[in-house]
């Protein structure tokens, strides 16, 4: 389609639709005001959808926008959804007329918001069994490609294209389209600007669509005021006009927006250049008799009665040399992120909420991660709120150095051995402990490592381990050996000695008795006795052998 002739289709289409509103507009389905402002927060906020968006058109309580993306139709669906939306409903002759001007220079197949959940067309039904992804099947208006096929095929799903007259075609659901369309619900909207004719306006909206001749506008909608580049932003049917608050979109500012100490929203442009006086938020070369020049504000130069001043870029305050900003601490201050579990980190100009450590984000809320899930314990995990706790079976105790291994454990003077159930002879025994077979049966026997005499001067033996300590008027060193103290003035080899009580020291053993094997296991000594009858059997043939020669 030429461009001439899709534009007076386009101017065409549009007074139609302005003269059929009245008759085919119906409420919105989105007037929770929670919801509405949270729509409105997203989009100033700058967090985008994920959806690019090539077309778009607003009327009355509505934008409809258009995606190149190719997808399937589940595809399409979520990704309007993610957006705050939901896929195009058909419902009149003026959403049908809406086709005309968001495809009208596009072709393909494009996703609109009609599908068959499950069993086969009804022709006799409404909409034919179909139903829109509202969940209902409302409609004015229907407009299915002649040969409607009523048979239990797999063509589920609803598309439409220039090159089809706009038809409602049946579609595997799972085919990729050349795009899609969603549509937005909204309240309070805003009116376009009234402008003398040699200006102009353009519009951007929270969907992403732009352009200059819209019938209405949906909060957090942008509009640029040419040539004079005034900004304005919809909110609650009014247009205000930029700055505004710092907190959203800058202000509108072209560069950077601050507070002055008034609470007053003001825009401030890079060194060498000043804020346009007209539009208040553009930057233009700075003249050489500007009284802030002389000044070097790093943020903002603004008036102060009969004087100028400095002031800083919101979240910064002034420095004591009165020019230079530096970054303020907003989590010093309690109120921000007052959510349960949640907790404030400080960023540059600002801060941002985050979960505590063990807590995620759900719907705007932090709830508990349950760590167990990814088996983070050698043997049992318990999730508690924002953390978790291993713990170990019986015999065995949690490792004091890896809290989330296990380590054999008695506790007592003997205990019975780990064995495997397939080998009784290879069997385990905690660490200071010997094996000892009886009858049969392992069992673990406690070491006293004492009797080894590892350390210098005492020892206390204990189940598995033992410490060593030293006596007054000495210091233990390495955990084993104990050390003359030397006192002051003393001469080194004097025999003089002090007598503080030392502390006895936990003591890691020294060079390691309580790892040493625990002793030859059952299979190695059956070994040890089969070796040795056979070898004294050899020894008996062989002298045989010579006597009888």
């Not at 002759?93 to 009609?114: A, E, K, P, Y």
Request: negative net charge.
């Amino acid at each position: 389609m030429p461009t001439e002739r899709f534009l007076r289709q386009t101017s065409q289409m549009t007074t139609g639709i302005r003269k059929n509103l009245n008759r085919h507009s119906r409420g919105s389905n989105m007037s929770n005001a929670t919801r509405l402002f949270a729509l409105v927060l997203v989009f100033l906020m700058g967090k985008a959808s994920g959806i690019t968006t090539n077309n778009g058109y607003c009327i009355g309580n509505k934008c409809f926008t258009v995606s190149l993306e190719p997808s399937d139709f589940q595809r399409a669906q979520s990704q309007c959804r993610t957006a705050g939306g939901h896929s195009m409903t058909v419902r009149s002759s003026v959403s049908h007329d809406i086709l005309f001007i968001l495809l009208g220079n596009f072709t393909g197949r494009f996703w609109v918001g009609l599908h068959l959940l499950s069993g086969c067309p009804d022709a006799d039904a409404g909409l034919k069994g179909f139903q829109w992804v509202t969940k209902d099947n409302e409609s004015d208006f229907t407009n299915w490609l002649p040969g409607f096929d009523s048979s239990c095929s797999s063509d589920h799903c609803v598309s439409v294209s220039k090159e089809d007259d706009f038809k409602w075609i049946q579609s595997p659901c799972d085919e990729l389209s050349a795009g899609f369309l969603c549509e937005y619900s909204f309240t309070e909207p805003c009116k376009s600007l009234t402008v003398a004719p040699s200006e102009s306006v353009s519009y951007t909206t929270p969907f992403g669509n732009f352009g200059e001749d819209v019938l209405s506008l949906p909060p957090g909608s942008i509009a640029t005021q040419m040539p004079a580049e005034t900004t304005y932003v919809c909110f609650s049917k009014q247009w205000l006009q930029a700055p505004w608050s710092c907190e959203i979109k800058e202000g509108g500012c072209e560069h950077k927006c601050a507070v002055d100490p008034n609470k007053i929203p003001s825009c401030y442009c890079p060194e060498g250049q000043t804020v346009n006086p007209a539009n208040k938020v553009t930057c233009e070369v700075q003249a050489t008799d500007d009284p802030c020049v002389a000044l070097r504000c790093q943020h903002v130069c603004y008036k102060n009665g009969d004087s100028y001043a400095c002031t800083c870029d919101h979240g910064f305050q002034l420095a004591a040399d009165g020019r230079s900003c530096v970054d303020f601490n907003d989590c010093a201050d309690e109120r921000q992120c007052p959510g349960e579990n949640f907790r404030c980190v400080n960023t540059v100009g600002g801060f941002q909420c985050v979960c505590k450590v063990g807590y995620k984000m759900s719907g705007g809320l932090c709830v508990d991660y349950n760590e167990c899930a990814s088996a983070p314990c050698e043997h049992m995990c318990t999730n508690t709120p924002g953390s978790y706790t291993c713990s170990c079976y019986d015999g065995y105790r949690v490792n004091q150095k890896l809290p989330n291994k296990c380590e054999l454990y008695c506790g007592m003077q003997e205990c019975a051995a780990v064995c495997d159930p397939n080998n009784k002879y290879q069997c385990n025994c905690p660490v200071g402990y010997i094996a000892d077979v009886r009858e049969d049966e392992t069992f673990c026997v406690e070491i006293d490592e004492c009797t080894f005499r590892y350390c210098d001067q005492n020892c206390e033996n204990s189940f598995g381990s033992y410490v060593c300590s030293c006596s007054p008027g000495y210091t233990l060193v390495g955990e084993y050996k104990c050390i003359k103290n030397k006192v002051d003035g003393e001469q080194e080899g004097s025999g003089m000695t002090s007598s503080p009580d030392t502390p006895i020291t936990p003591f890691v053993p020294y060079p390691g008795p309580t790892r040493r094997p625990s002793a030859v296991t059952t299979g190695g000594l059956v070994g040890i006795i089969v070796c040795t009858v056979f070898f004294i059997v050899l020894l008996v043939l062989v002298a045989h052998l010579l006597l009888g020669r």
